[in-house]
């Protein structure tokens, strides 16, 4: 079975472990804060620091972080009272949890100090398996699922066969609302009122070539899939380019 560990995130700040061993491993992310959050991962190249982190992203940094800051997953946007799963390969090296939700105020939590150094220990274990019994592609620029997702907990598998790094964020639609909405909301960055569906979590950024699984609960409903990556050629999120799907559970 597959090691875990939780990662409690608040603002602006998370509380997790600084050290866990490498292998095959399940990441709970639980919200106590009032905003949303998420725990982007990322995995840093060897002789890398957090001082290293701070020139590169803390400085009114715009567009991807730098090619020495590989996109790894982890648990994606909740707000309180949600905790999201997510299951991934974890290499031995130096990790960071990030945090680019932005505040009412506009400014990206990362900026505001929510980052934390995580250290895998031990050696490269063998490459194991992620169960899962759906499977979501990533390319540019969209989510292809190998089946209809139905009601009850679920397992998907998302792998990025894309150029680019992406993610999914799962949102549960508010009854009448559309794509047309929630792409209203996010034309305004999320600052134009109630947002149009509730974020359930999903998997945040991982690189080309990379899967992860996560564990959610569908009820019955409409939800759309998102992806806020920035684009490698014009900075611009991905939903912008046309990242984005409505599904509905049945």
């Known amino acids: 079975p597959a090691q875990s560990f939780t990662i409690v995130a608040s603002e602006y700040a998370f509380d997790a472990p600084d050290t866990v061993p490498a292998g095959v491993t399940k990441i709970r992310l639980t919200n106590t804060g009032s905003e949303v959050h998420h725990a982007q991962m990322f995995r840093l190249d060897d002789g890398k620091t957090m001082a290293d982190v701070h020139d590169a992203m803390m400085e ?55 980052v934390k150094e995580l250290i895998v220990t031990g050696s490269a274990a063998p490459p194991a398996a992620l169960p899962a019994t759906i499977t979501m592609r990533f390319t540019d620029y969209a989510f292809k699922l190998s089946t209809p997702i139905t009601r009850g907990t679920r397992t998907i598998r998302v792998r990025n066969l894309a150029a680019q790094p992406h993610e999914v964020e799962v949102f549960q639609m508010q009854k009448g609302k559309t794509m047309d909405d929630m792409m209203a909301w996010l034309a305004t960055e999320m600052k ?43 900075g611009k999120p991905h939903f912008v380019h046309g990242m984005t799907r409505m599904i509905t559970v049945r």
Request: net charge neutral.
């Open 192 to 234: 134009g009122g109630p947002p149009s569906g509730l974020p359930l979590g999903g998997i945040a950024g991982i690189a080309k070539g990379n899967e992860a699984t996560f564990t959610m609960k569908f009820a019955p409903g409409t939800y759309a899939l998102v992806c806020f990556l920035p684009d490698a050629g014009d």
């Open 60 to 114: 009114g940094h715009a567009g991807p972080p730098p090619a020495w800051m590989h996109f790894v997953g982890g648990p994606n946007g909740i707000v309180a009272g949600v905790d999201a799963w997510a299951t991934m390969r974890l290499a031995p090296g130096r990790y960071l949890l990030t945090c680019f939700v932005p505040s009412p105020d506009g400014q990206p939590h990362i900026m505001k100090g929510m």
